[in-house]
């Protein structure tokens, strides 16, 4: 008998939720029909979210892709060549020659895409565990200062950098620091982010290897996900490649043969945005309500149970083996300014081609925006972009050529935040986005201070009555003094950032508050799927 065609179909959820089960299923009963010799491999998803599901094929010219393929595609597939790459409308030619994927730098999202997400033998051979090696041959210390000297910040938003969090942990000593935990925040709230559940689903073992690094160079023992209940893909994904990394011995006592005891462990948490924060975060995998803490003391410090604790995001955690693998000077070699490496940005809203895009900071938001999301899907001219979760600012299109590196967003008033781009047209009515985060912010705050309880409320009805037109002037200052309260006087960043685009949607577009913006009599422009992009 043959050897059997290795075909590539999704399992991540953006594809499962466009029927890439369905394609599994019909490729695979095609496959035990007897007439093709079909092998259905189940990897994550490349990002390009307009293509899924995308189909990809095994050929001696490489991966061959076809998309977005139905289950009533199939046959005319099969029937068309497709375990040869045979000619097809809906073949899109070599994957990894695909324009919009090949001037990516794919560096954390490397092997998404790729791999059997769940296949320790693919890992390893795409590279897999070179960072943890490396990292288990060094001196902590050492591992501190080589993720110091990359550059790496916090992907989760606040940007701080990770070598200098790690270094605070490793020199808590005594008895208080006697046990010390790594605690990786899966807790992907934003609007418009997605790149954590993505590489969990396409790529959990690289989370496992960049949260054991982590203990190494600390000295943590155990390990928590703390993973949102709304990816239940993620959090099936997360548990069993820790199973499959125990049996492996990539965690448990002796890690790779090393010193390191290392266990690691997935906590699901019940979806409230406020435990985004760390120490909510931490209070909650305490068994607590998830409420801010005051600091000092900060995490590093006191953290999950009192004791010494490294906070990262998932795609912190995820770059580090990167890091110890090719060495801090590579990925440092990458970016503008402080802002070194990569940022993986995701694009969504009213945008043609949605999806990842991972690349060297510096690029700018036009590009992104009008060069490898094509403009908006309604057809319509882009009107603005809010940059950074529900709290960051809504830059209009004469912003675009903004370079996307933290500090340059910081002087335009912005954020960068997790890397989350959503995108509107010009029939979004902006006074009533500026409502939005402040009612966004009542409904998400722990209640804690009063700045952003209260505040969010009042910040409500005094928007409702800017645009109803009553008194106007003094409400408008009333406003101006409420957000200055918040961004002050506010615990968090949860409060201490909703006057951001409420204070951009008014500075950008004064006249949607002028009574409201009339939305414009709006025919939806039809997009026909893209079929051809890349090479053949």
Known sequence: MQNPTIVYVPRDSAARSVGADEVATALQQAGEQGEFAIEVVRNGSRGALWLEPLVEVVTEQGRIGYGPVTPDDVPGLLAAGLLTGGDHPLRLGR?????????????????????????????????????????????????????????????????????????????????????????????????????????????????????????????ASEGYIYLRSEYPDAIATMNAAIEIAHGQGWLGKGVLGSTLDFDLRVRVGAGAYICGEETSMLDSLEGKRGMVRAKPPIPAIEGLFGKPTVVNNVLTLTTVPVVLADGPKTYQDLGVGRSRGTQVFQLGGNIKRGGIVETAFGITLRELIEDYGGGTLSGRPVRTAQVGGPLGAYLPVEQFDLPMDYEAFAEAGAMLGHGGVVVFDDSVDMAAQARFAMEFCAEESCGKCTPCRVGAVRGVEVIDRIVAGTHRDENLALLEDLCDLMTDGSLCAMGGLTPMPVRSALAHFPDDFLGGRKLLDITPVPTPVQRTEGAS
Request: net charge negative; proline share 5%; with cysteine.
């Open 95 to 219: 994957v990894d020659q695909l324009p919009w994927l090949a001037r990516q730098n794919r560096v954390t999202f490397a092997r998404v895409g790729v791999i059997d997400p769940l296949s320790p033998e693919d890992y390893v051979a795409h590279g897999g565990l070179r960072g943890l090696r490396a990292a288990l041959a060094l001196d902590p210390a050492d591992v501190v200062a080589q993720v110091t000297e990359s550059g790496l910040r916090g992907r989760g938003g606040a940007g701080f950098p990770a070598g200098i969090k790690w270094k605070t942990v490793l020199e808590c000593q005594g008895e208080g620091a006697d046990l010390k935990f790594i605690c990786c925040n899966a807790d992907e709230g934003d609007s418009g982010t997605f790149a954590d559940r993505m590489v969990m689903e396409g790529d959990p073992f690289l989370l496992i290897e960049g949260m054991a690094i982590a203990a190494h160079a600390v000295g």
